[in-house]
């Protein structure tokens, strides 16, 4: 299985960036892109599409991010915004462009790549739904980039990833996963006010971890097993 | 003296992508951004900078790309269009964006990137201008990528480079070294249907070797040597 990387875009507000980002996915040899709930396309976006009009014919466009990332691997968050707060997991770590790069080498599976809104990136609610979060370096004097320019960014990097032979277990598992530490967090009366944020903290760990299928089975075992005890 | 990057853009021809140059640039640190007889730029210009508006304002304007390199060490050409024929010195070799990184860690000096305009790039002139050619791998089957999106992904190579303490030479002074050979060629009754290129491998061959001020004068001393031997 080699690595493939699905390029999505949540509610993108400007037909003229979607047009951009078809076109720069076609130069750097992407094709998979999937559009959640987007503004109209119509003229703007095909001109600025070029010739990858195409591209942009052939997005599949969806109504939820969960229909978006259906089958695949790993769900990359892409943020501007990084949190000083070493408690705050939703934020927290985020890597940089390059070093998922780094992560991805040795790797095959099907990479979702998010990219938000131009105005309000994600929701918190969209960022809890990654397994990783990732940021481009930017200058502290204007961190916000234009979105067909932070896609041009993570694509040209990861343009040359080396795959390898290490499978990525699939996102739904992983969703099983978490499911499962959250009972066990149930199970061990584990203090209310900290449950959510101990739940997120769970997810960033195992989500940048990049799990084999193989992993999460066996993790899931040693969690059926606490939970007998504990019962 | 530390690593400086200044852009170029040779007679660009839409205002907008002037306008997402220079907020890219900001969202990547850059600053220096000079125009060689550009469009004409107002709102749309504007708009598409963004925040980065003063950087548009700031950009030097100038007539010809002679007044845009003064005082670099390295003028780089960026091109898409790469030529198999490696008896054609104005294109061979090209370095992609990541070689050129590469190069410049541990140099110090002023370091010009041309692009060219969104329809024909450079002319021949132009290109043989350049000390090194530099060209971004993308897809054989849509090459040609947005002028903005170009520019955004050589300064994001270039924002780890590693600066260090090797100076770099003018390129006045190579230049002067170019001319120096041309004389040489002269001196030694150089076939003339072979000095264009000869000439021309020259200053790619000492283009991308990255001259040190102190090369580049010890070579003009054997030169003179040579001439005075030969006269």
Redesign the interface.
Known sequence: MPLKIRVILVEPLYQGNVG?VA??M????YSDLVLVDPCKLDGEACA?A???RDLLENARIVDSIQDAIEGVNLVVGTTGMTCSKGDEHIRMPVHTS?QLKDKLNGCSGTIAILFGREDNGFTNDELKQCDMLVT????E??????L??AV??VL??L??VVPGDIPLGEHFDLELLYEHLAEILNDISYPEHKKNKTHLMFKRIFGRAMLTPREIQTLRGVLTRTQRTIR
Chains 1, 2 share one sequence.
């Open positions: 951009s076109r720069a076609k130069n750097l040899g600025l070029s010739h990858a390059r481009i370096p930017t200058s004097e204007y961190p916000i980039m234009n067909s320019h041009t960014i040209y990097e343009s040359d």
